[in-house]
């Protein structure tokens, strides 16, 4: 258990919905990430968010957006969703957010769009 | 541009034989290298870094892996596999500049023990 947790497990929603991913990270860690996990695409990040700020930005659409509060958990937003957003949707964090920091990754959020 | 590179879709190792799972890198000045480990229906489990210092990295599980800049590899290694060790291993590079500290990802290899 690396101690990140992500809710929920699994998501099925239709096409043009939207949904909320939720991560919290790691007791006393700063920095969260985001990357998504792809028959197609393989693991690719998506966003990362330190102690509140964005720090940097992947291969993330317009329609989806992310953000980190003051407790530091994390939520991932995908709206207008298609068929090909159909994924699993990792949260990792680490201490400070720059190197060398490890990244401890969460279970996962399997989103399935019908 | 960075990226990491792992050959081999598949490696399949009969238990109690040594087990390679190969690696390779590009990127802008010095790498940090990371192996991971994913079985079915898990998230991505740490399995060793390699920053600076000692080419031979030691982590979880009696996994090493050892760096090798002359030939821009970082392969995963293990002197004894056991059943239990398979599943879908990740080389990833961090990417080089500024203050993130976002991974690159291979494509991941399935690693398949046999009893």
């Known amino acids: 258990d690396s101690g990140v947790t992500q809710t929920p497990k699994h998501l099925i929603t239709a096409t043009g919905q939207r949904v909320t991913l939720r991560c919290s990270p790691r007791s006393g860690d700063l920095s969260v990430y985001w990357y998504q996990q792809s028959l197609d695409q393989g693991l690719q990040f998506l966003i990362q968010y330190y102690n509140g700020e964005e720090r940097a930005k992947g291969n993330i659409l317009e329609r989806f957006s992310a953000q980190q509060f003051p407790d530091l958990h994390s939520e991932l937003n995908l709206s207008s969703l298609e068929l090909g957003d159909s994924a699993l949707y990792f949260c990792?964090?680490?201490?400070?957010?720059?190197?060398?920091?490890?990244?401890?990754f969460g279970p996962g959020t399997r989103l399935t769009v019908l | 541009a960075q990226s990491v590179a792992q050959p081999e879709d598949q490696v399949n190792v009969a238990e109690g034989n040594p087990l390679t799972v190969k690696c390779t890198y590009s990127v802008s000045g010095n790498p940090y290298l990371f192996w991971y480990v994913q079985y079915p229906n898990r998230g991505l489990q740490f399995l060793l870094k390699?920053?600076?210092?000692?080419?031979l990295v030691k982590g979880s599980y009696g996994f090493e892996a050892e760096f090798n800049k002359s030939q821009t590899s970082f392969h995963l290694k293990k002197p004894s596999a056991l059943v239990s060790d398979s599943a879908l291993y990740f080389c990833?590079?961090?990417?080089?500049?500024?203050?993130?500290?976002?991974?690159?990802f291979g494509t991941g290899t399935l690693l398949a023990v046999q009893p």
């Open positions: 390699y920053i600076t210092g000692d080419n």
């Open positions: 990833a590079v961090r990417v080089y500049g500024g203050a993130t500290n976002k991974l690159i």
């Open positions: 990792a964090s680490s201490a400070r957010g720059g190197p060398p920091d490890t990244q401890y």
